[in-house]
């Protein structure tokens, strides 16, 4: 990052300097030539170095037909209803969207709200303020109840067993009044939260609406178990009074990315609906919307040319795009093969090898369910070819990592194992569907996994 290496590119490029006046002056020296002449010759042969630094590193650090930030921020935005609420964490999952609102123009009505910012009280009161085509978020709090310095935190101390009303324990931590404040056997003040298991009661109507008419599951009230969390940060205490305030008239989402010590204990209502999950008023647990999730990745998302052949994939791309063939393809395919849905499941792994091509996105243990998936539909020569791309780098691995000498090879034993975990799971997937399929790898895998226990033994 630049803040990272600009000083240091400044002395280096002092350091060069000297290099080539001391090459100069050798070449002036002990050559017997003309300051002149010698300054020329050196500067000649330095400028090879970086032409060859630039033959040797340009395809590495190419990014030309490249647009995977861009597109993949613009892809959790889509997975959003209109009007929606996203939550986001971190960076990776914020500044894109930003960028393909304020720079692109994408999806304005959308919400980013970032929950570390939220943990301030000028970023509350940004998101309380009309953004775009987007309304102020549903907080309630005044800025004296939320101003830094004031209910940072609200402690979790149950003073009962039983459950109690959402909006009562964050009236009960807004409070001023000193009553709320005492905690029994403290003696300074705090704020906290009286009980560890609060719910939250739907509204039908709303709850009908945020579910599309789709009432089925729909419960009557949402249970927050906060049992093992000493205490909620001002941006939880925020959220549940968005949740309770916004009684399901705008949509909310987490971003998949967002670490689940964020979700305040609601995952448990959480729907997938491609890189968000949304909170329903019914026990989802993640599950995936199928309806929604296949709209947004076969009809909305974009795939920022990772789909061209030969554009250059570095190692954080490359991690983002395997997450997608998990995540996303394989996890909304297996949700459509169990509704019966086989048509739709082989359309979305189809797009999966399309836009995430084996030469670009190799094939590794994220492609283990896409092959099996293959099989269940059907598609015995389509599976044959996923897993036969999943064993050939597995098997160039492993013949590698054989290569090595022992201390070498003791250094990636972890990878090696990893490695030869996936080829097994290839073979037992195979034993079930294509037997046939093993002859062409079962020997030699057998022999190095006799390899790997003798090595072990000694």
Request: proline share 4%; net charge negative; charged share 25%.
């Amino acid at each position: 990052r630049d803040y990272a290496y600009a000083g240091s590119f400044y002395a280096f490029c002092i350091w060069i300097g000297f290099g080539v006046a001391a090459l100069a002056k050798g070449l002036e020296r002990y050559g017997k030539l003309n300051p002149v002449i010698a300054g020329s010759v050196a500067t000649v042969l330095c400028l090879l170095i970086p032409i060859q630094m630039a033959g040797q590193n340009w395809d590495d650090h190419d990014r030309s037909g490249r647009y995977v930030c861009r597109d993949f921020g613009s892809n959790y935005l889509e997975s959003c209803e209109p009007n929606a609420i996203i939550f986001t964490n971190g960076d990776n999952d914020t500044f894109p969207l930003w960028y393909a609102q304020e720079v692109e123009g994408v999806r304005t009505d959308v919400r980013v709200c970032n929950t570390s910012y939220l943990q301030t009280d000028w970023y509350i009161d940004q998101m309380k303020k009309q953004a775009y085509e987007s309304a102020p978020l549903p907080i309630t709090w005044t800025r004296d109840q939320y101003i830094q310095g004031t209910r940072d935190a609200a402690y979790v101390f149950p003073l009962t067993k039983d459950s109690i009303d959402l909006n009562t324990a964050l009236n009960f931590v807004r409070s001023d009044d000193p009553k709320f404040k005492k905690i029994p056997g403290i003696n300074q003040e705090l704020d906290y939260i009286p009980a560890d298991k609060l719910y939250y009661k739907v509204d039908s109507v709303a709850g009908a609406k945020i579910l599309g008419g789709k009432t089925d599951g729909m419960v009557d009230q949402m249970m927050i178990n906060l049992a093992g969390k000493n205490a909620l940060g001002k941006q939880e205490l925020t959220i549940l009074d968005m949740l309770q305030t916004n009684n399901f008239e705008r949509p909310m989402y987490y971003a998949i990315t967002v670490s689940p010590d964020q979700f305040v204990n609601l995952d448990g209502y959480f729907e997938q609906t491609g890189l968000a999950y949304q909170v329903v008023p019914k026990n989802a647990n993640k599950a995936v919307n199928t309806d929604k999730m296949y709209d947004n990745v076969m009809n909305k998302f974009k795939w920022g040319g990772v789909d061209k052949p030969g554009v250059y994939i570095d190692e954080n791309v490359m991690r983002m795009c395997k997450s997608y063939r998990m995540m996303l393809f394989n996890k909304l395919a297996e949700a459509l093969v169990r509704e019966g849905k086989n048509d739709k499941a082989l359309e979305v792994l189809d797009k999966c090898m399309q836009v995430l091509p084996p030469e670009n996105v190799p094939l590794d243990y994220t492609a283990l369910s896409t092959g099996e998936l293959y099989y269940v539909l059907g598609q015995k020569e389509k599976a044959e070819e996923v897993f036969a791309g999943i064993a050939e780098n597995m098997m160039r691995n492993i013949n590698w990592y054989f290569r090595l000498n022992p201390m070498q090879l003791a250094s990636v034993e972890s990878e090696l194992l990893q490695d030869m975990q996936i080829m097994n799971q290839i073979l037992l997937i195979n034993k079930h569907y294509n037997p046939e399929f093993n002859k062409k790898y079962q020997e030699e895998f057998d022999n190095y996994r006799m390899a790997y226990e003798s090595v072990g033994r000694e």
